[in-house]
């Protein structure tokens, strides 16, 4: 029995983003409604609840939290891709690269929010391309989310056909292994599988970014990429401050191309549309 007809009511809207702001700091106005009822009807479903009501019961009388991590898990989720914001990596090439290979020191990089993997991954490939086996030994990605479920996905690096189409075909065969499957109907399906290498710079960890942060960096570079649109102004600006203090001086943070600074209070450098400088 599905309960997909279930109603959510303007309270019971109220008391979800409530909850989900005082977890994790994630803003949802009126106008994410839909978002939350399609989202969150799959709990419904999996739990045979007949409304958005008892599955609030459902939350609040959880002493497991299990079905909290699973609301934050559905809510979270975002839509990602390699090389999404190509210029971002272009401008690293071009400007950051040249600098580790002139110092030959320690380079800590950070994904926060790193969702299924890609962001991280694509950072691994570039830095593979331009610095070889023999400068990677001290680089070291750290890459974070929220989301228990899309980590375990980032960690194991395994995706379809259509989810690599942004990586150019010779990386594709140099950091990806093929393989195969077929469905019910006897169709072939393609996946890519991450090659060690590249899983080798990576460490996946869940952090609620809401919680105190245990890395000490410094980082050289932090990428926090269509995340904070998420945020309200003061969870934002209190974010960026935090990361200004674990970047090191010279080093970068990269927001999304939706997203900018000017309307919060921080002690960046402007550098080009969503990168920006501690000096």
Known sequence: MEYISAKLSNYEFEKITGLIYSLCGISLGSGKKELVTARLTKRLN?????????????VQHDESVYELLQLIDVITTNVTSFFREMHHFDYIREHMIPAFKAKSDRVRIWSAGCSSGEEPYSMAILLNEELGNVMLKDIKILATDISTHIL???????????????????????????????????????FYRVKPELKNLIS??????MEEWPM??????????NVMIYFDKQTQEKLVGKYYNLLE??????????ENLSSISHSYKYVQPGVYMKC
Not at 46 to 58: A, G, I, M, Q, V
Not at 249 to 258: A, Y
């Open 204 to 209: 996946f960890a869940r952090l609620n970014l």
């Open 46 to 58: 999996d739990l045979k609840l007949p409304s958005f009501d008892s599955y609030l019961k459902h």
């Open 216 to 225: 000490k960096g410094p980082f050289k570079i932090i990428f926090c990429r």
């Open 152 to 190: 375990s996905r980032a960690k194991e690096g395994l995706y379809e056909k259509q989810l690599v189409e942004g990586v150019p075909k010779a990386m594709l065969a140099k950091y990806f292994e093929c393989l195969t499957s077929r469905d019910e109907f006897k169709n072939v399906k393609y």
């Open 249 to 258: 001086p010279g080093g970068h943070l990269f927001i999304g191309h939706s």
